[in-house]
Structure formats: structure tokens, C-alpha cells
């Protein structure tokens, strides 16, 4: 590697470790980081590899290029239950699907929120985090609030 690129990775990884994604990965620890990773990876997937290596290397398999389990392999869902789920690949590569990570949406939002305050991030990176979150749960399975059992269509539906 010759002396620009060393500089260049070395710039690189500071850039990450002021970034909010770069301190959260760095602070978060059990289902929080966890679900963080799945969060940055669904969002920043491209910048994930470096991420990972500059901030959290433990969780980085340079060998393979890929994140060593156990990890969560699925973005999240609201179970029908109400529950936030997401398929998990434990450490013997077993693959669980549906994992309850969270009984429901406010239990991850106070995680979050636990976390954005304990890095103390500005409203800008907290929205940004959030945003993040909101998008790496990508469906609801939950029935509609406006569904009458009482529809003719009710039973085709269920």
C-alpha cells in the first residue's frame, strides 16, 4: 500500500469515527448493535466494509469480505403481533427466522433514543438515525385499522 493510500485510509477512518453511524457502531452493544448494523447495512451498504473495518473490526471478515455471525440477515418487520422481527444467523449459521428483537415499535424507538442521547447527537443526526430506522423496516403485517371482520370479504382476506 503505498504512502497516499495509507493517508487516504487513515483520513478515511477518522471521517468515520466523528460520523454519527461511525460513534453509534463504536457505543452500541447486544440487540442495539445488533439491529444497528442491519440499520447501516441496509441504508449505507457500500460504505459498510470500511465502516466496518475502521470502527468495529471484530465484526468484519476480511477473509470472506462479510460480517461474522451472529448477525441479523433480514431487515426488520412489525410481526402481526406488533412485534419487531428479522431473520438472525447465529454463531453455528443456524438462520432464525423471524426473531423477535423488539416486543413493539416503541421498544425500538427508546432504544434508539437511548442511544442518541448517550452520544449525545444533534437534532440533525438524530433525525438521520431515525430515518435510517424507520426505512430498514420495510413491512407491517399487522391487519389494517380500518378492517371490518363484519366485510363480506373478511373471511377471503384472513
Given at each position: 500500500?503505498?504512502?497516499?493510500?495509507?493517508?487516504?485510509?487513515?483520513?478515511?477512518?477518522?471521517?468515520?469515527?466523528?460520523?454519527?453511524?461511525?460513534?453509534?457502531?463504536?457505543?452500541?452493544?447486544?440487540?442495539?448493535?445488533?439491529?444497528?448494523?442491519?440499520?447501516?447495512?441496509?441504508?449505507?451498504?457500500?460504505?459498510?466494509?470500511?465502516?466496518?473495518?475502521?470502527?468495529?473490526?471484530?465484526?468484519w471478515?476480511?477473509?470472506?469480505?462479510?460480517?461474522?455471525?451472529?448477525?441479523?440477515?433480514?431487515?426488520?418487520?412489525?410481526?402481526?403481533?406488533?412485534?419487531?422481527?428479522?431473520?438472525?444467523?447465529?454463531?453455528?449459521?443456524?438462520?432464525?427466522?423471524?426473531?423477535?428483537?423488539?416486543?413493539?415499535?416503541?421498544e425500538?424507538?427508546?432504544?434508539?433514543?437511548?442511544?442518541?442521547?448517550?452520544?449525545?447527537?444533534?437534532?440533525?443526526?438524530?433525525?438521520?438515525?431515525?430515518m435510517?430506522?424507520?426505512?430498514?423496516?420495510?413491512?407491517?403485517?399487522?391487519?389494517?385499522?380500518?378492517?371490518?371482520?363484519?366485510?363480506?370479504?373478511?373471511?377471503?382476506?384472513?
Amino acid at each position: 500500500m503505498g504512502e497516499l493510500e495509507i493517508l487516504n485510509v487513515h483520513k478515511l477512518s477518522k471521517e468515520f469515527r466523528v460520523m454519527w453511524q461511525g460513534r453509534a457502531l463504536a457505543a452500541a452493544t447486544g440487540t442495539t448493535a445488533a439491529v444497528l448494523l442491519s440499520v447501516l447495512a441496509h441504508n449505507y451498504d457500500d460504505a459498510m466494509p470500511v465502516m466496518l473495518r475502521v470502527v468495529k473490526p471484530i465484526t468484519w471478515d476480511a477473509e470472506n469480505q462479510t460480517v461474522k455471525a451472529p448477525f441479523l440477515s433480514s431487515a426488520g418487520k412489525v410481526a402481526k403481533s406488533g412485534a419487531i422481527v428479522a431473520d438472525v444467523v447465529q454463531a453455528n449459521g443456524k438462520i432464525v427466522k423471524g426473531a423477535v428483537l423488539y416486543l413493539n415499535e416503541t421498544e425500538l424507538r427508546d432504544d434508539f433514543r437511548r442511544l442518541a442521547d448517550r452520544l449525545k447527537l444533534s437534532d440533525a443526526d438524530r433525525t438521520e438515525m431515525f430515518m435510517a430506522v424507520q426505512r430498514w423496516v420495510v413491512a407491517d403485517t399487522r391487519l389494517d385499522p380500518n378492517f371490518d371482520p363484519k366485510d363480506p370479504d373478511a373471511k377471503r382476506l384472513n
